[in-house]
């Protein structure tokens, strides 16, 4: 298997662990172990208790269960438990695709859902979309990509790295699409239920189309990423019963505590989107009036959904230069947006609590070089 670097996490591996501050993390804030089992009673006594042998391969029925009930009509054997979103995208290429197939994927995007369809043998068309107009989607644009031997299509819903939510009719025009040709639309649905309004919250993919494959995850919108845990679900039986055979090669089966955690977690998911959307709506605010102050070195397309935007950099360096910089000098990490093919753009992350603290360490750097320059 042949695969391009994956830039956006060694650009975390060399600043996430040594930088004061993360003002780009795309996961809500965390919570501790004894945390989590404090939203239901008994559950510390159940846990120490819990058995530590091998789970089962497609994930704990109880666990199917509990991620079949955060959706509209599927059935606990519709879905199938990975050891984190990673190796759902991974099972879902290197399953469904063959080696010639063609397969279309929404750009910009986190850089897994672009190599690995690579790294299968597929032929990628990007379906990019462009700072320019408000990162909006061209549906004919999309449609003008598909081919006679076009597999797949994936986007994601809402978006890494711009924050934004599909539009409904959108959503409704690529299924569609992908109806009318048996096309596997593969969507990554990790920051659902982070939407800003709730309201706006829209039908995941597996819930609208049969031959359609929703990538959830434990990681953004409740943050817990430590847990390592995702999941596919999807209508159609032979999806979930190649990806299920495929990961018999992979990892084989989950971590036992870490599909007791989930479980509790997401059976009392209301408790975790609330402070985690708490946070995202009081931090966005403040960046906000971040940007209205820097408008001349920052111009935002605001976000509706999850805990990340990305913002254009409009200073004479350049994104790298400036991001190097900043953690260098002020320990404050931004992610730039060449690990997405986007020059001129950074990704900021407002989930953490300290968020507000790694603005101001922002802002006294910025201070510094005006300073620097009178």
Same mark, same amino acid.
């Given at each position: 298997?042949?695969?391009?670097?994956?830039?956006?996490?060694?650009?975390?591996?060399?600043?996430?662990?040594?930088?004061?501050?993360?003002?780009?993390?795309?996961?809500a804030?965390?919570?501790?172990?004894?945390?989590?089992?404090?939203?239901?009673?008994g559950?510390?006594?159940?846990?120490?208790?819990?058995?530590?042998?091998?789970?089962e391969?497609?994930?704990?029925?109880?666990?199917?269960?509990?991620?079949?009930?955060?959706?509209?009509?599927?059935a606990?054997?519709?879905?199938?438990?990975?050891?984190?979103?990673?190796?759902?995208?991974?099972?879902?290429y290197?399953?469904?695709?063959?080696?010639?197939?063609?397969?279309?994927?929404?750009?910009?995007?986190?850089?897994?859902?672009?190599?690995?369809?690579?790294?299968?043998?597929?032929d990628?068309?990007?379906?990019?979309?462009?700072?320019?107009?408000?990162?909006?989607?061209?549906?004919?644009?999309?449609?003008?990509?598909?081919?006679?031997?076009?597999?797949?299509?994936?986007?994601?819903?809402?978006?890494?790295?711009?924050?934004?939510?599909?539009?409904?009719?959108? +959503?409704?025009?690529?299924?569609? *699409?992908?109806?009318? %040709?048996?096309?596997? #639309?593969?969507?990554? &649905?990790? !920051? /659902? $239920?982070?939407?800003?309004?709730?309201?706006?919250?829209?039908?995941?993919?597996?819930?609208?189309?049969?031959?359609?494959?929703?990538?959830?995850?434990?990681?953004?919108?409740?943050?817990?990423?430590?847990l390592?845990?995702?999941?596919?679900?999807?209508r159609?039986?032979?999806?979930?019963?190649?990806?299920?055979?495929?990961?018999?090669?992979?990892?084989?089966?989950?971590?036992?505590?870490s599909?007791?955690?989930?479980?509790?977690?997401?059976?009392?998911?209301? +408790?975790?989107?609330?402070?985690? *959307?708490?946070?995202? %709506?009081?931090?966005? #605010?403040?960046?906000? &009036?971040f !940007? /209205? $102050?820097?408008?001349?070195?920052f111009?935002?397309?605001?976000?509706?959904?999850?805990?990340?935007?990305?913002?254009?950099?409009k200073?004479?360096?350049t994104?790298?230069?400036?991001c190097?910089?900043?953690?260098?000098?002020?320990?404050?990490?931004?992610?730039?947006?060449?690990v997405?093919?986007?020059p001129?753009h950074?990704r900021?992350?407002?989930?953490?609590?300290?968020?507000?603290?790694?603005?101001?360490?922002?802002?006294?750097?910025?201070?510094?070089?005006?300073?620097?320059?009178?």
């Open positions: 298997m042949q695969i391009n670097p994956f830039r956006i996490e060694q650009y975390f591996s060399k600043h996430e662990f040594s930088a004061e501050y993360l003002l780009c993390s795309s996961d804030e965390s919570r501790t172990i004894q945390e989590v089992l404090q939203v239901e009673p559950s510390q006594e159940r846990f120490v208790r819990h058995w530590c042998g091998y789970t391969a497609p994930g704990a029925p109880w666990l199917r269960s509990t991620i079949a009930g955060i959706y509209q009509d599927i606990s054997e519709q879905a199938l438990v990975v050891s984190c979103a990673e190796e759902g995208i991974l099972l879902v290197h399953a469904l695709l063959e080696s010639g197939d063609h397969v279309i994927v929404e750009t910009p995007c986190f850089e897994s859902g672009l190599e690995l369809a690579r790294s299968a043998g597929a990628v068309s990007e379906w990019r979309r462009k700072a320019d107009n408000a990162w909006a989607h061209d549906v004919q644009d999309l449609e003008s990509l598909i081919r006679r031997n076009t597999k797949l299509i994936y986007i994601a819903t809402p978006h890494n790295p711009t924050g934004l939510l599909m539009p409904r009719h959108v +959503v409704e025009e690529v299924a569609a *699409l992908c109806r009318d %040709r048996r096309i596997v #639309l593969f969507c990554d &649905e990790v !920051f /659902r $239920e982070l939407e800003h309004n709730p309201a706006m919250r829209l039908p995941a993919a597996c819930e609208i189309y049969e031959n359609a494959v929703s990538l959830g995850s434990m990681s953004k919108t409740y943050g817990l990423p430590g390592r845990l995702g999941w596919l679900v999807s159609t039986p032979s999806i979930i019963q190649r990806c299920l055979d495929l990961r018999l090669y992979t990892t084989i089966c989950n971590s036992a505590p599909e007791f955690l989930s479980d509790v977690a997401l059976r009392h998911r209301e +408790v975790l989107i609330q402070r985690n *959307l708490g946070i995202v %709506r009081s931090n966005f #605010l403040r960046l906000e &009036e !940007f /209205r $102050e820097y408008a001349d070195l111009e935002c397309v605001t976000p509706n959904a999850s805990p990340i935007c990305f913002p254009r950099f200073g004479a360096q994104v790298s230069q400036f190097d910089e900043l953690v260098r000098n002020a320990q404050v990490m931004l992610l730039p947006g060449t997405y093919d986007e001129h950074i900021f992350g407002y989930g953490r609590k300290n968020m507000s603290e790694a603005l101001q360490r922002l802002i006294s750097d910025l201070g510094s070089h005006q300073n620097a320059l009178a």
